[in-house]
């Protein structure tokens, strides 16, 4: 929905409410045209039913609203005497409508001075959840979000079994764009495979304020653009369409910013014509050919358990068995395995040949020789021919919603003639440390900045083997409260909290001890 739409829609709102509850302010005291104004008609309400001003903030908080309007239905109705269990069932089964019926064919008694104490211990904790789940939505939308690692893709930065808090405040809380969802649940409904969502209404994108800017090498949460798309290797054109802060979570390093000129050479990134420098905590993993002997035993299974090697290897002769391929291998552990003996050679990997799939798909890249290409800025222009339009095709349709024509050498966008395009937002290059073993943005090119998510800033607690049985799981305590980012290895915390929740409860106990003693 566009602003005018958003502004419409939200004029009849406030229409449908004087309709249905100007007798119910008059029967309250108050005016019949307090009922008309917008927000002020949400705050003298707020007073009527006996709740706190600030309620009103809530009311306009995309998923917490569709928990605070069943709420203020309900206290409506209580105001004015309707308390029985099916006054509470019509009013919310007929989304509020039912205080219409109240407004026109009730004689209306207010009680002023209700107690708004629940009535009995069902209600109470009713009452309890609703408010943990609101703060605990709004914690989650604007500030922290819990996530896991699902993937190797950031290998030896990130583990698989990793659980996260994603900062939101890093980049600035993205206000959800979808309306109408679940709280704290992301595209599908738990224990089922039906969607959480409604596609209608749509918010515009709106960020708010935050305290640093994405700089490169930082890992990064993201909603992962080729979401829309049923397969994005498929040309076939089928779509599956998906609100932007509804599309799957990926997390990748951020390798290009925009305005940067970003190429790829043997594997190693660039950027304006510079090798990037990856922190101290990021170790780059490619794959190798280990070439053997043939004569020399070597116990592969201690060496890779002591090596920490968790992607696959293998021979690729079972029969000849003298050349091992290793498909994730940091340059640190390749340098080890050249000084095993029976190991005569340790190669690394390089692609030559162009691959299919690489973006932008016109077979003349492969993912460890790229570009360059131009990473695109917000109010940037670029001239825009059939050679640049591959890789501005999807900007333009999809992530800035253009009408798009082509037809010969002629580029139309929205009906007029195009040879330069100027750039709404924004937008970043993402990969994995684990190069060979990581779909990224080589394979579906830029992330819109309305498709970042936030900054995963602490490793709360870390799972080897959480894609196996339960019987196999263990806890890596290493790596339980450790931050995703910083100067140096990673260092756990963990100790130290422990020691700051045991002194909290000694504390506590001499202090209720001593205020025993004081009421005595």
């Known amino acids: 929905m566009t602003l005018y739409l958003w502004f419409v829609f939200f004029l009849a709102v406030q229409v449908i409410h004087f309709l249905g509850t100007w007798k119910i302010y008059e029967s309250a005291g108050r005016k019949r045209w307090e009922a008309a104004i917008p927000v002020y008609n949400a705050i ?9 001003t600030w309620w009103t903030l809530l009311l306009f908080i995309p998923i917490i609203n569709l928990i605070m309007f069943p709420v203020i239905w309900v206290e409506t109705i209580r105001s004015f005497g309707k308390k029985s269990f099916l006054d509470t069932v019509l009013v919310i089964g007929t989304l509020g409508f039912y205080i219409y019926y109240l407004n026109y064919t ?16 069902a209600a109470d904790t009713i009452s309890s959840l609703l408010f943990a789940v609101i703060v605990a939505t709004i914690v989650h939308t604007y500030f922290i979000q819990p996530y896991t ?7 030896k930065s990130l583990l698989v079994g990793d659980f996260l808090f994603v900062s939101k405040m890093n980049y600035g809380a993205r206000v959800p764009m979808t309306t109408v969802a679940m709280p704290m649940v992301h595209d599908t409904i738990p224990l089922t495979k039906r969607k959480s969502y409604l596609t209608w209404p749509q918010l515009p994108y709106f960020r708010l304020p935050g305290f640093q800017t ?27 369409d998906k609100p932007i802060d509804k ?32 922190p101290e905590r990021a170790k780059p993993q490619f794959s190798y050919n280990v070439v053997l002997d043939g004569k020399t035993p070597i116990d592969f299974e201690y060496l890779f358990k002591d090596m920490d090697i968790t992607d696959g290897a293998g021979f690729l002769n079972q029969q000849t068995r003298d050349t091992l391929f290793i498909s994730a291998l940091t340059a640190a552990g390749a340098e080890r395995l050249k000084h095993v003996p029976g190991i005569t050679a340790v190669n690394r990997i390089i692609s030559k040949n162009v691959e299919d799939g690489i973006f932008p798909h016109i077979n003349k890249w492969n993912r460890d020789n790229f570009g360059p ?37 002629e ?5 007029k003639v195009a040879t330069t395009y100027t750039f709404d937002q924004n937008y970043y290059w993402m990969m994995g440390d684990n190069r060979h073993n990581s779909e990224d943005s080589r394979y579906w090119g830029y992330v819109p900045e309305n498709h970042i998510v936030g900054k995963p800033i602490f490793i709360w607690m870390s799972i080897d083997g959480i894609n196996g049985p339960k019987s196999n799981w263990k806890v890596r ?24 929740l045991a002194a909290f409860f000694v504390g506590e106990y001499f202090w209720k001890k001593r205020k025993a003693k004081k009421e005595l």
């Open 44 to 52: 003298v309400l707020m007073k009527i039913i006996g709740r706190p």
């Open 106 to 121: 009730q004689t209306l008694n207010y009680e002023a001075d209700r107690n708004l104490s629940p009535d009995h211990k």
């Open 149 to 155: 690692i699902p993937t190797s893709s950031l290998e």
């Open 214 to 240: 994405i700089n490169r090498t930082d890992i990064v949460v993201f909603n992962w653009p080729a979401d829309t798309v049923y397969k994005f290797r498929d040309r076939s054109g089928l779509r599956v």
């Open 247 to 278: 599309k799957s979570n990926y997390v990748k390093r951020c390798v290009g910013v925009p305005g940067d000129s970003l190429s790829i050479k043997d594997g190693l990134v660039y950027i304006n014509g510079k090798e990037l420098i990856l």
């Open 373 to 409: 290409i131009y990473i695109p800025q917000k109010g940037k222009t670029i001239a825009l021919n059939l050679e640049t339009l591959p890789f501005y095709k999807t900007i333009i349709t999809d992530y800035e919603k253009k009408d798009l024509k082509v037809n010969g050498n």
């Open 411 to 415: 580029i139309r966008i929205n009906g």
């Open 477 to 500: 305590w290493d790596r339980v409260f450790t931050t995703v980012s910083g100067e140096g290895q990673p260092q756990s915390y963990f100790k130290y909290f422990l020691i700051a």
